[in-house]
Antibody, heavy 122, light 107 residues
Framework: QVTLRESGPALVKPTQTLTLTCTFS??????????VSWVRQPPGKALEWLAR???????FYTTSLKTRLTISQDTSKNQVVLTMTNMDPVDTATYYC??????????????WGQGTLVTVAS | SFVLTQSPSVSVAPGKTARITCGGY??????VHWYQQKPGQAPVLVIY???NRPSGIPERFSGSNSGNTATLTISSVEAGDEADYYC??????????FGGGTKLTVL
């Protein structure tokens, strides 16, 4: 059974750095064809893809936030970590991690964590 | 950047067929995935690779993709299908792109 769980602070102040951890089980990130991604959703708004890390440690980021995002993995702990610098109130959102299936250049998210709400406020 | 356009809302009576569209330039040349998201819950993949259903997804859910429009069709709609639905593609310039979502209301 594939499970993912996000953890991190519920509240961060503007300009601070957010660190979120995705702990997963039921699959291995070191097998080809599997990635882990982060997706966020501001309250009442649409999903927005943020970043993806591949089994070979290749990393991809959404262009608009590339300078603020870092994704990394700890295969020994089955964890993927996302950091976002210089947080702003507009970054208030539910942040999801998701197992990402890869076939050629196509990516689909077949399992999701329950999400963690991060509020940015002073 | 590649843009996916979805109607904000679709309403349908129980037992009828709901069609949720996702527009994008030559989207028929891309692979489309669809997600269902109920209030307070994480999204769930309901259609992948245009028209395939993951295990556990009812046969009432189907997908098609051609030209500039992909369509998620839900037949014999039930009250439990009420949710937000998102389409998603990968694009060579934008990477992963989600549509703006469509709220399905069951009357």
């Amino acid at each position: 059974q594939v499970t993912l769980r996000e953890s991190g602070p519920a509240l961060v102040k503007p300009t601070q750095t957010l660190t979120l951890t995705c702990t997963f089980s039921g699959f291995a990130l070191n097998s080809g064809g599997v990635c882990v991604s982060w997706v966020r959703q501001p309250p009442g708004k649409a999903l927005e893809w943020l970043a993806r890390i591949h089994w070979d440690d290749e990393k991809f980021y959404t262009t608009s936030l590339k300078t603020r995002l870092t994704i990394s993995q700890d295969t020994s702990k089955n964890q993927v970590v996302l950091t976002m610098t210089n947080m702003d109130p507009v970054d208030t959102a539910t942040y999801y991690c998701a197992r990402t299936m890869v076939a050629g250049p196509n990516y689909s998210f077949d399992s999701w964590g329950q999400g963690t709400l991060v509020t940015v406020a002073s | 950047s590649f843009v996916l356009t979805q109607s904000p809302s679709v309403s349908v009576a129980p037992g009828k067929t709901a069609r949720i569209t996702c527009g994008g330039y030559d989207i028929g040349g891309k692979v489309v995935h669809w997600y269902q998201q109920k209030p307070g819950q994480a999204p769930v993949l309901v259609i992948y690779y245009d028209s395939n259903r993951p295990s556990g997804i009812p046969e009432r859910f189907s997908g098609s993709n051609s030209g500039n429009t992909a369509t998620l069709t839900i037949s014999s709609v039930e009250a439990g299908d009420e949710a937000d639905y998102y389409c998603q593609v990968w694009d060579s310039t934008s990477d992963v792109v989600f549509g703006g979502g469509t709220k399905l209301t069951v009357l």
